[in-house]
């Protein structure tokens, strides 16, 4: 593999946005606006009739329609999908926050996977795995070679099967084997830690099922190790999205109740919709509020709200609302850019369609497609300025996006990124390894936290000297 693609493939590990999703998990039966195409229809029929009967070797119905499916959707935009049997599984599994492994965080370092941090409680939490552990070999196959997904498939499974693991431990130089039996996990997508007395940090790296309640669990536990929380960052780095009524809650937490947080607009009548901040708004399936134990003082407290390249879809709603009522500082950098709605509908017990039903708008109108939110403080990933940003994908790089206006491209954008991964491309083919990855978020070396925390203490901020608003880019002419 090349340097260049060897570059690209590293730096877009954590680059793809999640879906914005609302689930309709029920049947649904037809409803249309014109009538069947039926001369498409019997061509389709025709074209699957030639392939059962002609084709050089048997073809699997069920796949054939499957795939028809498929390119069907998959030609709409990035984010329309069919799921299959297996497809459904894993976004199921995404969604809910639950998967069977052996429960680490990970990243990866000198080819080898890098644990960030083993979940509490996680079988590899019990087996003594430290931060920072490099897995070089799971079960009989060498990780070098592996891409990050390869090897996360890899260490899933059923639950109760072994997986062996060899991990090296650089602060010993030492390697050594360890067995782990997998067991159903329930990921942490919620962190948070005072920084120092009464500024506080809290990080949300998904929005899943259980984020709200893991939210306010943090937020209680920050408030009883200070009642008298001066400041607050609330870091959405890299946070991909996930369900909209995840980004509802959370929006409500600092705001007023029944602002707006966040409006839908599209083709049907259910597509066009207002969200408030309102336990009505988001509290699936009735329950009590997570939110209702949250301090007073969470409404009032100076907020910062930290965002990247890599914030989209729900972390997006969550900075655009609490910029629009001016509740928060946004800091970071321009974000993703993924304003559509995608809604899941289950077509049989084990597929289902997932469709863009509507786009999103901020509460003072804005559409963010394929452009963003655009911070209020730009700031660069290091001291020394920004090592990765410029090639990290974003919903305008991808095909078929939804267009956002006339605007014409950003040609000044696109030539900054590939003079950067030439840089990139130039240091990697010297050194024939990655460049150095970035402190890990929360940590002392993190310079945008520490940036937001000047913010927060009315200390000089470093702004960037590089950044420039990207503009919207329309859907390119196909």
Do not use: C
Request: cysteine-free; overall charge neutral; charged content about 30%.
């Amino acid at each position: 593999m090349g340097a260049k693609l060897k570059v690209a493939g590293w730096v877009a590990l954590g680059a793809m946005a999640g879906a914005l999703t609302t689930m309709q998990l029920q049947a649904n039966a037809r409803s249309s606006l014109s009538p069947l195409p039926l001369e498409e229809l019997q061509q389709l029929a025709a074209v699957f009739g030639m392939v059962k009967s002609d084709y050089v070797e048997p073809v699997d119905e069920k796949k054939l329609i499957n795939d028809a499916i498929s390119g069907m959707v998959a030609g709409l935009d990035p984010h329309s999908q069919f799921f299959d049997k297996k497809s459904f599984k894993e976004f199921r599994e995404g969604t809910t926050g639950k998967f069977v492994g052996v429960g680490i965080e990970i990243g990866m370092e000198d080819g080898l996977v890098k644990i960030v941090s083993p979940i509490e409680g996680s079988p590899a939490f019990r087996a003594g795995l430290k931060s920072g552990d490099l897995i070089s070999k799971i079960d009989d196959t060498f990780v070098k070679g592996l891409s990050l997904d390869q090897a996360v498939k890899r260490m899933r499974g059923e639950p109760n099967t072994k997986v062996s693991l060899t991990i090296f431990r650089k602060s010993e130089s030492r390697s050594f084997p360890v067995t782990i039996v997998r067991e159903e996990i329930k990921v942490q997508s919620v962190r948070a830690k005072m920084v120092e007395p009464g500024y506080a940090w809290i990080r949300v790296s998904q929005f899943q099922d259980r984020t709200v309640d893991d939210f306010a669990k943090k937020l209680e536990e920050l408030y009883k190790q200070d009642p008298n929380i001066k400041g607050l960052v609330l870091d959405l780095r890299n946070d991909p999205g996930g369900l909209l009524e995840g980004a509802v809650a959370i929006s409500s937490a600092f705001l007023p109740r029944d602002v707006e947080v966040v409006s839908t607009n599209g083709q049907i009548a259910d597509s066009k919709a207002s969200f408030k901040a309102n336990p009505d708004y988001y509290l699936r399936r009735g329950g009590n509020d997570p939110l209702r134990r949250l301090p007073a003082a969470l409404k009032t407290v100076p907020l910062v709200v930290l965002v990247n390249e890599g914030s989209a879809s729900a972390s997006e709603i969550v900075a655009g609302a609490l910029q629009d009522h001016h509740r928060a500082v946004v800091m970071g950098a321009q974000t993703f850019g993924k304003g559509s709605v995608q809604t899941v509908r289950q077509l049989s017990p084990e597929t289902a369609l997932k469709i863009t039903t509507a786009r999103y708008y901020t509460p003072s109108g804005r559409s963010i497609q394929a452009k963003g939110i655009v911070p209020d403080i730009a700031l660069d990933e290091t001291a020394e300025g920004n090592v990765f940003a410029a090639l990290r994908m974003r919903e305008a790089d991808l095909e078929k996006h939804l267009g956002n206006g006339p605007e014409e491209k950003d040609e000044a954008r696109e030539k900054a990124r590939e003079e950067a991964r030439a840089k990139l491309e130039a240091e990697f083919a010297k050194k024939n390894e990655p460049p150095k990855p970035l402190p890990e978020f929360g940590s002392g070396e993190d310079f945008p936290l520490l940036q937001a925390m000047n913010q927060l203490k009315g200390k000089p901020v470093a702004v960037s000297k590089t950044a420039t608003e990207r503009k919207a880019e329309a859907k390119p002419s196909e």
